[in-house]
């Protein structure tokens, strides 16, 4: 089963408008990543979280980590077409080692 | 700079056969790892090899093996495939690959394996 749970699992948005996509952890996360992946291609880093509380900012995504570090929320202002695409957070220090754990991904599609 | 290279970036086989998957990391990453993501769902971790040495492994069948070579590349094996095998593999390098040191992963475009 997955250690991250995002949702939601897809979502629909009209060019211009905004979205909010979560992640949630039963553990505390000792580092958040949010990447987005075209589909069948590879995982493109968008930013990484580490301090609860903490909240970055590139073009018109946001993200940001809550105090207790066990959720983070991925926020895109007046989506484009570009944005489309599949949003996966990741996880570090959730199996005791280094390596990532993922969602299962959101699915964003924008409509113009 | 390139990024992380892997090949083939497409690959078809049936049932019971071998198959080999090759990455190139970022020059100068010392670490590399593999994943396996099915469709519809998020990347697995399979395997971390950092200074031609496994870091870690994740829960995959000893029918999953790989290894790095002194220039920091790696190839995953997969034997005996089976229907299930069928996925995009995903390699991703990192400069350490230590422990928690917040060190974000490059990933490659990946290889689609489809098996038959």
């Known amino acids: 089963s997955q250690e991250l749970e995002q949702s939601p699992q897809s979502l629909i948005v009209q060019e211009g408008k905004n979205l909010t996509i979560n992640c949630t952890s039963s553990?505390?996360?000792?580092?958040l990543y949010w990447y987005k992946q075209k589909y069948g291609e590879g995982l493109i880093f968008l930013m990484m979280?580490?301090?609860?509380?903490e909240e970055k900012s590139h073009e018109k995504i946001t993200a940001k980590l809550d105090e207790k570090k066990q959720q983070s929320s991925l926020h895109i202002t007046a989506s484009q077409p570009s944005h489309a695409g599949i949003y996966l957070c990741?996880?570090?220090?959730?199996?005791?080692?280094?390596?990532?754990?993922f969602g299962a991904g959101t699915t964003v599609t924008v409509r113009a | 700079d390139a990024g992380v290279t892997q090949s083939p970036t497409h690959l078809i086989k049936t049932r019971g056969q071998q198959v080999t998957l090759r990455c190139s990391p970022i020059?100068?990453?010392?670490?590399v790892s593999w994943y396996q993501q099915v469709l519809g769902q998020g990347p697995q971790f399979i395997f971390q090899y950092y200074e031609k040495e496994e870091r870690g492994r994740g829960n995959f069948p000893d029918r999953f093996s790989a290894r790095q070579f002194p220039n920091y590349s790696s190839e995953l094996n997969v034997n005996a495939l089976l229907l299930g095998d069928s996925a995009l593999y995903l390699c991703?390098?990192?400069?350490?690959?230590?422990?928690?040191?917040?060190?974000?992963?490059?990933f490659g475009s990946g290889t689609q394996l489809s098996v038959l």
């Open positions: 990741g996880a570090d220090g959730l199996l005791n080692d280094y390596k990532l754990s």
């Open positions: 991703a390098s990192s400069t350490f690959g230590a422990p928690s040191t917040n060190e974000k992963l490059f």
């Open positions: 020059s100068g990453h010392k670490s």
């Open positions: 553990k505390t996360l000792y580092g």
């Open positions: 979280l580490q301090k609860g509380g």
